[in-house]
Every structure is written in structure tokens, then in C-alpha cells.
């Protein structure tokens, strides 16, 4: 799972929601809940609370702040102490509400910068940072904290400090990306980097009492070794540590495994180094067994504690899954399916005789899925990474695990690791058993999804994971008998339309002011609810696309959000205002005019890509009627094609495909030439990136070859759709058309979303279906499988969003997304994604998005939509 998302699981199981919204009540510090002091305000702020002097005035706008780290168990006492200094110095500070926010801030997977945050006072001069380090260092120092990796230590800790804003800041990278900003001496905005590494803008003022403190190493020694050992390169980051690759001074290389301690907290309250020192005791039990890395030595550098072990040659298994697994490949033969079978069943024969030889042993491996399983150069296989290892008499309480891989009511060791083994087999042919947690019926489906697609799994081999997966109570239900062949892919139906929007209505929450519908962890960014990608304009979109009128409720929560939008948020037409002021301009809603006035008077977005940018805006402008506007803006974004750093993330969403509708609707528009010119030069932007792997058209992107609609080659299809007909011949667009396509016509998809997922891929499908009929049939089994990705919840549908973890109703990764491609698979060439496409209407005129397809304008040549 992407680290990312872990602190959105902790408050809700069923959607992403923000740590704030937890249930913590039980375990509020005294201080969270007592009265405020006279000539003291309190303020909340998520999971913070601010005490501030009534008198304190305005704050500077950045400067060094100071911040104290606490374990769960001193946190108390450490809040306390801090108050006691910031009282007497009259300091604004804030501090975490509770000892449950404490211990979710700083788990195995925390954000690694910002963990261990605990308190944090805003010294306005140099006197009171002064002052304020020397009283807390006073009454604090040798308190057990983790090491706020960002910050620089004072002294023993754990008192540290960092220049950064005090106030919240923003500031746009090249490629559409607001982040927190500083403000540079000449007043301009510049990010604020909060990397884990203690880092100082150059222009930063530094006081002279720091400067012997900011000169002090960070415990790698003089010659960049750690213990003796030379670091090469780093292979893992958590929040617990690192793993790196070393070389000993022999030159043999090793595996150096760090533990931070009070860090990388797990369920139990175990830190890294507990886990740490486990591992050791496992891999000293097992020094006989040949799939198990030797260990070398243990030492600890500074206050970090580090295991030497043996490198393990090879790759880990999920990354051969990645590369080889057939069915993410258009139409693969029976002999690639054979042997990958073949592979696949050999690899994981071993693993089951490597986790017998372990029970044998007397120990449980605790974390097996499929990046503990390295698959060495001559094909053995090792398993790594045993710090959740156990006795297989004991009694197995959950505390960390892959999800998919995992059963929490397995209290059994040794069956936990069986369960955990049945679900590697199914996860290596049906790599989606993460479904599973929020909809158990799904393993019958992913079962036929594996058995039929890989007919040559021996039946042996199938019947063990089977018995393997039904040691989960919640899974043994929907396993099929004994011989029996479940009902799955082939046999289901798209999912229900209907079901989808009761379920988008059933989950809205009007009574509150973050959010109307929940979505992805994106959607809670400043300004995110505001656009169409994560927000309500997105969903009622949807709404409106399936023929059901928004409620008038949740028009009017829209607009008064809108209303309140601050003026440095964001702005763009899918992240943020822009997105408002297009639904309600479509809805005829009076607000929708009052927010075209705002953007129009700026500030804009400087990236000119549809997403966040000037290509979306418009797109609201030509939508409004403003073509003037629209077209000025249009010429802004013509004048940035191809310029270096730019939109370099190929696709619709955050490349030059984006801008390439917005110019041949212009071309359309004004019947100017030169358009059309500039749409074919930004399509070529993205064909840079274009990759062809036998036959399927793909675009390298953010390290990977990817096909999808916001990022990869189906949001360059929909461009090359676009284009006027002489421009389309000049970049091939049925060639291009045609391997996206094909790119995307493949039997496994992980995410179910229309941005980055199947639904998006089906989109794509429905529109190509008017220069490639033939599709159909790939089309209908992308709908059907969509079933695969949704979920039932209280008696309605949702879609399992980014990530699998949780539901999501938004439209770039839920329900709202999935609606839109089966309203556009059932009317192929409808436009239903603003900026998706070169018509000016929405839905195109003379057919409603449940009507007719027949009558579709073909002017020219030109794919019209």
C-alpha cells in the first residue's frame, strides 16, 4: 500500500477519512479538554490543538520553530512540561489532542518527515527561540522521543528545531502541484521542503548561538561508513529505518537493516528496534536453513540500532509478478500463460517447503506476501524480512500485515501462515486478493479468474490453496465445492447503475464542511472538494450523466463551500474552484457567475495543464460562454508547448494531451489553422514517452509504462480523437488509437477508478468503438469485470477506491468515475468528461446521455464528439 494512505485508514473502516476524525475521546491529554487559562485561546486545527496569548498579535509568516517528540506512554507529561515553559514565556504553541494521535503519527509507515511531532512552540525573535530551546531543553532533556527526522536535535533531544512557515503557505511546482511554501527574500513563494533529512534554504538567517549546533554530523562517520560499512545505495525507507545496501570492508556485500527507536510503532506498541531485535533471535534459530539470510552482526551508530546480513541476490517476487504476469499483456498466448504458470507454481512450491522447514523449527513466519519472497538468479527462492516472526505455539495477535495477505481472526500462528500462503498462490494468477477485506464473495470470482486463465495449474496445487484460503471464516463461504467450478468473471454483469448512485447518496454527509461524498485521500487537500476530480462537482456530475437530477441540498452545499473558498486555494478545474463554478454554471445555479468573475480577476494557476491549470479554466470559459476569455487563455497555454519541465506526466490529465483538446476545440471554434497546428505539436509532447510493447501502446511515465486516462496512453487516444483530420493523419491517430487500445484491452487491472484504472480504460474503449467496432467485445468485458472492483455497502454499490483499502464515491477513483464509463459504454462518443473532449457541449447536443448514438457528427473527417 502506498505509505500515503495509511494515516487515512486509521479514523474510518470503511472510507479514507483524516486522522482527525478518529475516536479518541478515551485517551485526550487533560489539557485537550481542560478550560483555557485566562488571557489564553484555544484553537483547533485536525488533530491539533493551538494555545495562543490573547495579546500574542499576528505571527510571523515563517521563522525556526521548535519541536518536542514523546513516546505514547510520556506524551502526558511531556505536553505538560511544555506548557509549563510556554506559560511562563507566553509562546504560541500547539500540541497532538491525544495519546491515540500520538501513536498513529508515528507507526511503521507515518509520513517519515513529520513523525514524532508531539509539540510545536512559534518563538517570534531570536530571544525567544533563544529562550525558549534552554527552558525546554531544561526541563525535558533525556525524555524518550523518536528523532523528528526533518529537524535538527538540540542537544540530546528531544527539543529540536527547523526553519519553515509558521503560517500555511502555497506555491505551484512546474507541473501543477501546489505545495507548502516559504517566502524567499525577494517575497516569492518557494516550496518548503519537509524532506526526512534536516535541510536550510541558503538564505535562511541563522542565529549565531545555532551555528556550532547546525555544524554537528548526523552519525554517519568522517568517511561515509556506517559501523564499519560502506552504504551504496538505499533499498527501503519506513518509518522504522532504512534497508541499504553496503559493502564490508572485505568487499562483500551485505544488507544493513536500521532500527530508530520510539519509531515505526506497531498495533502492540512495539517500535523498530523491538522488531529489530526480534528478527535477530529468528535468523539465529535458523542459520541452518539455506533460504534464510545469514546474520552477521548487530552494532548500533549513534542511537540507531542496525543488523548486518547477508545480501540476497535476486528479485523480489512481486516484482517479477509486475514484469511477467501475462494478463496485464493484450491477448497472451497459451504458451507465455504455460509457463508462466509453470514459474509462478515452482516458486511457490519452494515457499511451502521454506514455511514447513520453519514451523518444523518451531516458528511462524508472521509476513508472508509477495515482497518477503526473493527469487534468486538460478531460481531458488529466499524469504526475507522476519521481524513478525513467532513461536508456532503461541497465540497470534495482528499488529502489522499485508493487506490481502492477512486474516485477523487467525489467532493460530502456523494457520496464519498457511492462510497467508493460500493467498500468495491465488495473489500470483488473481493479483487482487486485497478485494477480499471489504467484499469476501469476491475470491469466487478471482478464483475462476485464475483456474480459467491459467488452465494448466495443476489440480493439486488448487486444492491446497483452496483449504488454505478456507481457514479464513469469512472467506470459507464463498469457496467453491470440491470439483465444482465457481461463478465469476465470465458469467457476471457490469455493475448497477443504480446501485452506484444510491450508494453516492447514501454516503453523503451535508452537515459537513470538509466534504459532501467521501473519496480519495486527495480529496482532502485544501480545495480538493472544490474540483471534480475528488469533490461534490465530480459526483453530481456523475449524477447528472445517468439522468438523475443532484439533490437541491447538495447543489446548495457546493455553492456555499464554493462561496467560502479562500482566495489562495486552488483553482484549477478537476483540484479546485474551477471545478464549482462549471457543475453550477451547468446547473444554472446563480453562484456560478460570481466564481467565473473571481477567476477571471486571478490570481491563475500557472501550470497549463487541464487538471490544475489554465487549460481547464478554458474550458470553464468557453463551457460559460466567455469564448474571448476562453480563447486568450487558450493562447496562453500555445505559447508553453514543449517547453522543458512542463507537463512532462503524458496523458489527459497532467500532459500535453490535456492542452491538445483544448486547442483543436479551438480550431473548431475559430476555424483558424494554426490551432489545429498547435494541437498536433502538443499530442507529439506526449508521444515522446510513447513505448510499443507488442502492439499495446504505452506511455513511460513516473517510472512505469502506463495506459491509463490521467496518466498514460489512453488520455493521449482521446487527444489524437481530437484532432482536426490532416493533424490526426500526421501523428497516425488510428495507430495510436488503435495500441491504447489494445494497452488497455487486458484481463487484469488493479484499480477499478476512472483516472487511473479500469474504468478510465473502458471510457477510453467506448470512444475508439467509432473508428474500432470490432472492440465491442473488449469493451462488454471491461464492464463486466468493473463488478470485480465494487463492493456492497448497506444494501447499495461503491467502488473500492485507490489503493483498495477503502470505498470511494469521487470520480477520479470511485463510483462517480465508474458511472461515467458505463453511461459512455452505453452511448459510445458521448462526452462526458469536461476537457476530455473538442465539443463546446456537454452532453452533445440533440442526445441526452441515456439516448441514441446514431447521428454522430463526422465533419471533415474529424472525430467529433
Not at 504476469?325 to 512450491?349: H, N
Not at 513466519?365 to 509477495?370: A, P, R, S, Y
Request: glycine letters at 10%.
Amino acid at each position: 500500500m502506498d505509505p500515503r494512505y495509511e494515516a487515512f485508514t486509521i479514523a474510518d473502516p470503511v472510507w479514507y477519512e483524516p486522522l482527525d476524525r478518529c475516536a479518541d475521546s478515551r485517551s485526550r491529554f487533560s489539557l485537550s479538554d481542560g478550560d483555557v487559562p485566562e488571557g489564553w485561546r484555544r484553537i483547533e486545527e485536525g488533530v491539533w490543538e493551538f494555545l495562543v496569548p490573547a495579546d500574542a498579535g499576528k505571527l510571523p509568516e515563517q521563522g525556526w520553530k521548535i519541536h518536542v517528540s514523546a513516546t505514547p506512554e510520556a506524551a502526558e507529561r511531556t505536553i505538560e512540561s511544555a506548557w509549563e515553559v510556554c506559560r511562563r514565556l507566553r509562546l504560541p504553541w500547539k500540541f497532538l489532542r491525544s495519546r491515540h494521535i500520538v501513536t498513529a503519527m508515528n507507526t511503521k509507515y507515518a509520513h517519515r518527515a513529520s513523525s514524532g511531532k508531539t509539540v510545536t512552540v512559534y518563538p517570534r525573535t531570536e530571544g525567544e527561540l533563544r529562550e525558549a530551546l534552554e527552558e525546554l531543553d531544561k526541563v525535558l532533556r533525556g525524555r524518550p522521543g523518536p528523532y523528528v527526522l526533518s529537524d535538527h536535535r538540540w542537544n540530546e533531544g528531544p527539543v529540536s528545531v527547523r526553519y519553515g512557515a509558521f503560517a500555511l503557505m502555497w506555491c505551484e511546482l512546474a507541473d501543477g502541484t501546489r505545495v507548502p511554501a516559504l517566502r524567499d527574500p525577494d517575497r516569492r513563494l518557494v516550496p518548503d521542503h519537509r524532506r526526512p533529512a534536516f535541510s536550510l534554504p541558503d538564505w535562511a538567517p541563522v542565529p549565531d548561538f545555532l551555528a556550532e549546533h547546525l555544524a554537528a554530523d548526523n552519525g554517519m562517520a568522517g568517511d561515509g561508513t556506517l559501523g564499519g560499512y560502506r552504504v551504496l545505495k538505499a533499498l527501503h525507507f519506513s518509518n522504522g529505518g532504512g534497508v541499504y545496501l553496503a559493502e564490508a570492508g572485505d568487499g562483500r556485500q551485505v544488507v544493513l537493516k536500521e532500527a530508530r527507536p520510539h519509531a515505526g510503532l506497531d498495533g502492540s506498541g512495539a517500535d523498530a528496534v523491538d522488531r529489530l531485535r526480534t528478527e535477530e533471535s529468528v535468523l539465529a534459530k535458523l542459520s541452518h536453513l539455506p533460504f534464510v539470510p545469514r546474520q552477521y552482526e548487530s552494532f548500533t551508530v549513534w542511537e540507531h540500532r542496525y543488523l548486518a546480513m547477508e545480501y540476497v541476490e535476486g528479485e523480489a517476487f512481486n516484482t517479477w509478478l509486475g514484469r511477467d504476469y501475462p494478463l496485464t499483456r493484450y491477448r497472451p498466448s497459451d504458451r507465455a500463460r504455460e509457463d508462466f504458470a509453470a514459474l509462478a507454481v515452482d516458486r511457490l512450491r519452494q515457499v511451502e517447503s521454506h514455511v514447513t522447514a520453519m514451523h518444523e523449527a518451531g516458528l511462524a513466519f508472521g509476513d508472508l506476501h509477495h515482497r518477503n519472497i526473493l527469487i534468486r538468479p538460478d531460481g531458488t527462492v529466499a524469504l526475507v524480512d522476519f521481524e513478525l516472526a513467532m513461536p508456532v505455539d503461541s497465540v497470534r495477535t495482528l499488529t502489522l500485515g499485508a493487506p490481502g495477505f492477512t486474516d485477523p481472526t487467525i489467532t493460530d500462528p502456523r494457520e496464519a501462515d498457511l492462510f497467508a500462503l493460500g493467498c500468495c498462490q491465488l495473489a500470483a494468477f488473481a493479483p487482487l486478493t486485497v478485494l477480499t477485506l471489504r467484499n469476501p464473495a469476491v475470491v469466487a470470482p478471482l478464483i475462476e479468474l485464475a483456474t480459467t486463465s491459467f488452465p494448466t495449474l495443476p489440480p493439486e496445487f488448487v486444492r491446497q490453496m483452496l483449504e488454505r484460503l478456507a481457514l479464513s471464516p469469512a472467506l470459507r463461504p464463498h469457496l467453491p465445492a470440491a470439483g465444482s467450478a465457481p461463478v465469476g468473471v465470465a458469467a457476471s454483469t457490469a455493475p448497477s447503475t443504480a446501485a452506484l448512485l444510491r450508494g453516492i447518496s447514501d454516503a453523503a454527509d451535508p452537515g459537513r464542511t470538509d466534504r459532501l461524498f467521501p473519496g480519495d485521500v486527495a480529496g482532502h487537500r485544501p480545495g480538493a472538494p472544490l474540483g471534480l476530480a475528488y469533490g461534490a462537482p465530480g459526483v453530481l456530475l456523475a449524477q447528472l450523466a445517468a439522468g438523475a437530477e443532484p439533490s437541491a441540498e447538495h447543489v446548495e452545499w457546493l455553492a456555499r463551500s464554493a462561496s467560502r473558498a479562500p482566495s489562495d486555494g486552488a483553482r484549477g478545474l478537476y483540484d479546485g474552484l474551477a471545478g464549482s463554478a462549471w457543475l453550477l454554471h451547468r446547473q444554472g445555479h446563480a453562484q456560478a457567475a460570481n466564481l467565473i468573475d473571481r477567476l477571471l480577476d486571478g490570481p491563475l494557476p500557472a501550470s497549463p495543464g487541464l487538471f490544475g491549470g489554465l487549460t481547464g479554466i478554458a474550458h470553464l470559459f468557453l463551457d460559460a460562454d466567455l469564448k474571448d476569455e476562453g480563447i486568450r487563455l487558450a493562447e496562453r497555454v500555445r505559447e508553453l508547448v514543449g517547453r522543458p519541465g512542463l507537463l512532462d506526466r503524458p496523458g489527459l490529465m497532467n500532459g500535453w494531451s490535456g492542452p491538445a483538446v483544448l486547442f483543436a476545440r479551438c480550431a473548431r471554434a475559430t476555424g483558424d489553422v494554426e490551432w489545429a497546428q498547435a494541437a498536433e505539436r502538443a499530442v507529439r509532447c506526449d508521444l515522446r514517452f510513447a513505448r510499443d510493447l507488442d502492439g499495446m501502446l504505452q506511455m513511460h511515465s513516473s517510472n512505469r509504462l502506463l495506459p491509463y486516462l490521467a496518466e498514460g496512453s489512453g488520455g493521449v487516444a482521446l487527444a489524437a480523437l481530437a484532432l482536426p483530420a490532416a493533424q490526426a493523419e500526421a501523428v497516425n491517430a488510428d495507430a495510436i488509437v488503435a495500441g491504447a487500445v489494445s494497452a488497455g484491452a487486458v484481463r487484469l487491472v488493479v484499480q477499478g477508478g476512472l483516472f487511473s484504472g479500469r474504468a478510465g480504460l473502458a471510457y477510453v474503449l467506448s470512444h475508439a468503438l467509432l473508428r474500432l467496432p470490432d472492440r465491442r467485445g473488449e469493451l462488454d468485458d471491461h464492464l463486466r469485470a468493473l463488478a470485480l472492483h465494487v463492493a456492497p455497502h448497506d444494501g447499495a454499490q461503491v467502488l473500492h477506491g485507490d489503493q483498495l483499502v477503502r470505498l470511494s464515491t469521487d470520480l477520479a477513483t470511485g463510483s462517480a468515475g465508474a458511472i461515467i464509463a458505463l453511461k459512455a459504454a452505453q452511448t459510445p462518443g458521448s462526452c462526458l468528461l469536461p476537457g476530455g473532449h473538442s465539443t463546446q457541449e456537454w452532453p452533445p447536443a440533440g442526445r441526452t446521455a441515456t439516448g441514441d448514438p446514431t447521428g454522430l457528427d463526422r465533419e471533415g473527417g474529424d472525430f467529433a464528439c
